[in-house]
């Protein structure tokens, strides 16, 4: 029987014996349990006689809190529930022992809670043992609570009418408080919280959505490994396959893109194709928080000879963004500065680079700089030299032409006199960039990217772009002009950023591929994990200081198209671009938390970017989730703003993929449009293999069909460097002399090469009609707007071969040749690639999906 009719019975038959039997009310004891350092968050139980309790879960979590940092925070401690006058459930709760600070959330049906917020009612001592009872004749909320400083308890109370403005704080004495907490045994351990009477209907409500949960828990973990069993007795599978073109319907033209992150080294040591690490000499030990003693101005340099030492200095610098520097001090020609590169510099036979640095002699001994690569044998495979410096910073430059190859050479600058020179931004770039652009990208890493044929560039990152903190903000006009005045800072994933991959080479590379760049903006509110500004995302910049702000994002218009006469504008030329980019795009915010703080800010800005800017689509957020409660209420603010478009984003396991196909099919055509700008397939482990590749291919058919809706869709995150990676799966994993693409990249690369902006509707009957088949069999069909051709994308991903008819009749098919192409391979395959040939077809057309595969047919027509 199908599971989907099953569980319907079951409710139904639940249903009718409630409506039989059910008492008119009940009562909920919320509580939470110091399992897993606080952070079980909120449970509950229900009673119709307050003496036998059945808990719900057990220990299910019906609201966690958002407070704080990841792994360090998110805590709820004796959280208090109660109803208010208009049948409102509120929960506030203590977030740990030591802020002036409580939680407090509101729900309807006690299980969809709305957004959090966490006042500050004192700046000294903490918050404990919360209660909160109601005045009739004030119509106020009366909080009171323990505090706990230096071994001294004092009891406190705040009122309040709607838990966002809150009166001044006072302190009261033990008896003033009501004690409204309740022990109860519950599965043989004792445990306190609060007792609220509710009708038996919102009792049963909260059951089902758990029982829910629990059944759409089953689904996420669907997976192949259970394909043995579950499909024992399937040989093959016949479908008949038509499609309807007098159905056809306009969807996105750029749905498929990429979304640039820079995680997992994929900036520097990456896709900037700079060979020099710590450059700048601006490493810090903040850069890892201190974790690392080695991480400093003094990383990956080193002395190469015995004649020579060097020290940072920060007196009289290059440029004030870039206050470190070198000084070498050379007793005896011969030795000099050396750097290792990022994990080696890799130096190719015949192969020039471009080398350059600001330097200044600091004595009378004025000469040249000698600068060699040697590889792992301490061989001189290239050697040049600058011109003699002086006693001033300048910029000297000169070629460097290999002899040789090397995987791990080291490049070193040995001055040709003895006594002391300073040295910064040391800097070796392969001539050989991407499209040839000085200060570029890594050829061969940049066209895998461009292979993809990616409509459009969501960059700098997603928690990149707001940053760990307001101090951490990426900025993105202290990433444009000269190298070294742009100014450095701590990666959020904890490594360095040199910004020489700034906001002008993002411009350039999505010139260069003909996709349109969307550059992503902090909403005037850090990541939702930093542990600054009140120890969590609830702060935000100054409203005093956003007006400036504001004008920042505005700036950011201008440079990119404003006429080279204007301010910005021509900053933009002077850098080498005096025509306009012709930005369409620009995003506002990342997997905020939607907070009263972060929708005043995101407000401010996206109405004024309207005004001034009604070309630009907005494009806002709605949470790192698909589901709860920042995806509601983000969805809330964009639908009461009209934001043209939100940014959506999921990580889950295929199961989720394969069994939420229809997940856009019922969204709403009248409001916001929908950038699916972070997703990805999730096994333990975290492979890319074809069981994650082909349900997210499966999963991409629907964005197809739903391709009036769903503007864009990037897979996340883009690339990893071996050895320097923080998430996993990435899309495409590379050293420093391999780029080494995944199966999922070879999916997405299929659907970017045959993409298509009108969508035709078709039918799949299989001969096997159960529900476990027909969700493991999709098509989707586009034309594209320019060749006339036709593209059929078959998805199985079933063991078994599916043997298909597809009626191509009503599709005016203009020869017999097509153009075949094939992924396949077992689950846990992690290497398989796209075998293509040509494919004789007809009207009707037979063809074998292979078990486990995405087949892609591009058909040429008459039309």
């Not at 969809?112 to 009739?136: A, F, I």
């Amino acid at each position: 029987m199908n599971k989907y009719i099953l569980l319907s019975i079951v409710f139904i038959f639940k249903g009718l014996v409630a409506f039989c039997n059910e008492p008119d009310s009940a009562y909920v004891f919320a509580y939470s349990t110091n399992k897993n350092n606080n952070t079980a968050g909120l449970h509950y139980a229900w009673s119709v006689d307050k003496e036998n309790w059945h808990t719900i879960g057990p220990e299910w979590r019906f609201l966690a809190s958002d407070f704080g940092t990841w792994g360090a925070q998110k805590k709820m401690i004796q959280p208090f529930l109660f109803e208010d006058e208009t049948g409102l459930k509120h929960c506030i709760w203590t977030l740990n022992n030591e802020v002036g600070q409580f939680a407090h959330a509101a729900s309807d049906d006690l299980f969809n809670w709305k957004r959090q917020s966490y006042p500050e009612v004192t700046e000294e001592g903490n918050v404990l043992d919360l209660e909160v009872s109601y005045d009739k004749a004030s119509k106020q909320y009366l909080i009171t609570w323990l505090s706990e400083k230096q071994e001294q308890k004092k009891w406190f109370k705040t009122t309040t009418v709607d838990f966002k403005n809150y009166d001044e704080t006072q302190e009261i004495t033990k008896n003033e408080r009501l004690n409204l907490r309740s022990t109860i045994v519950l599965d043989d351990e004792e445990q306190s919280g609060s007792i609220v009477k509710v009708s038996w209907k919102r009792i049963d409500g909260i059951i089902k959505w758990h029982e829910w949960s629990l059944f759409h828990n089953q689904e996420r973990a669907d997976n192949t490994s259970l394909d043995a069993e579950r499909f024992k007795d399937l040989q093959s599978v016949k479908a008949a396959i038509s499609v309807q073109p007098e159905k056809r319907k306009k969807i996105s033209d750029k749905l498929v893109g990429i979304f640039f992150e820079d995680i997992n080294y994929a900036a520097d040591g990456g896709l900037y194709a700079e060979l020099v690490q710590n450059r700048g000499f601006e490493y810090a030990l903040s850069d890892r928080k201190n974790r690392d003693s080695t991480w400093n101005s003094y990383k990956s340099w080193s002395i190469e000879g015995s004649d020579a030492t060097f020290s940072i200095d920060t007196t009289e610098p290059v440029h004030v963004n870039n206050k470190h520097f070198a000084v070498l001090k050379v007793d005896k020609t011969g030795s000099g500065l050396a750097n290792e590169g990022f994990d080696g510099i890799p130096v190719k036979i015949g192969e020039k680079y471009d080398f350059s640095v600001f330097a200044k002699s600091l004595g009378d001994n004025n000469g040249r700089l000698l600068v060699q690569l040697i590889d792992e044998n301490k061989k001189v495979i290239a050697e040049s030299k600058t011109g003699t410096i002086s006693g001033k910073w300048k910029k000297y430059e000169t070629v460097l032409e290999a002899n040789a190859a090397s995987e791990k050479a080291k490049i070193v600058v040995i001055p040709q006199v003895t006594g002391e020179v300073a040295l910064d931004m040391i800097s070796l770039f392969p001539q050989n960039t991407f499209k040839g652009h000085k200060n570029g990208l890594r050829a061969d890493l940049a066209q895998t990217i461009a292979d993809i044929h990616p409509k459009f560039v969501r960059f700098p990152g997603g928690c990149v772009a707001h940053g760990d903190g307001l101090a951490n903000m990426y900025r993105w006009s202290r990433t444009v002009g000269p190298l070294e005045a742009r100014v450095p800072q701590r990666n959020i994933w904890n490594y360095h950023q040199s910004v020489g991959l700034g906001y002008f080479e993002y411009f350039q590379f999505c010139e260069d591929i003909n996709a349109e760049p969307i550059p992503v903006l902090a909403a005037g509110v850090p990541c939702q994990n930093s542990a600054t500004c009140g120890h969590g995302q609830q702060g935000g910049i100054p409203l005093c200081d956003m007006d400036e702000y504001i004008q920042e994002v505005l700036d950011l218009i201008e440079w990119a198209n404003g006429d080279a006469t204007t301010k910005w504008g021509k900053v933009r030329a002077k850098a080498g671009h005096s025509e306009p980019f012709h930005l369409k795009y620009i995003g506002i915010g990342n997997e905020d938390l939607i907070t009263d703080i972060f929708e005043e800010r995101f407000t401010m800005i996206f109405k004024a970017v309207q005004e001034k800017h009604p070309e630009i689509t907005v494009i806002g957020t709605v949470g790192p989730f698909y589901m709860g409660t920042d995806y509601e209420e983000g969805w809330e603010l964009a639908t009461k703003l009209e934001v043209p478009m939100v940014d959506e984003h999921y990580y889950q396991p295929p199961g989720w993929f394969i069994h939420n196909q229809d997940f856009y099919d019922r969204y709403d055509r009248s409001k916001s449009k929908v950038y699916l700008g972070e997703y990805a397939a999730h096994l333990p482990g975290r492979p890319n293999n074809i069981e994650t590749a082909l349900s997210e291919a499966l999963y991409m058919t629907s964005l197809e069909r739903n391709g009036d809706v769903v503007e864009m869709t990037s897979y996340a995150p883009l690339l990893a460097k071996e050895g320097n990676t923080q998430w996993t799966p990435d899309l495409i994993y590379f050293n420093n002399n391999e780029v080494k693409p995944t199966v999922g990249y070879h999916v997405q690369k299929l659907f970017g090469q045959n993409a298509g902006e009108t969508y035709i509707p078709g039918t799949i009957q299989l001969s096997d009609n159960s529900e476990d088949l027909k969700k493991r069999v999709a098509m989707s069909v586009v034309q594209d707007a320019e060749s006339k051709d036709i593209i059929i994308k078959l998805v199985n991903l079933l063991p078994a071969e599916v043997e298909a008819g597809i009626d191509l009749t009503k599709l005016n098919i203009a020869d017999s040749d097509a153009v075949l192409s094939v992924l396949s391979g077992t689950p846990d395959d992690k290497t398989a690639i796209p075998q293509s040939r040509k494919l004789q077809v007809s009207d009707n057309l037979k063809y074998q999906l292979p078990a486990y595969s995405f087949s892609v047919i591009r058909l040429k027509t008459n039309n």
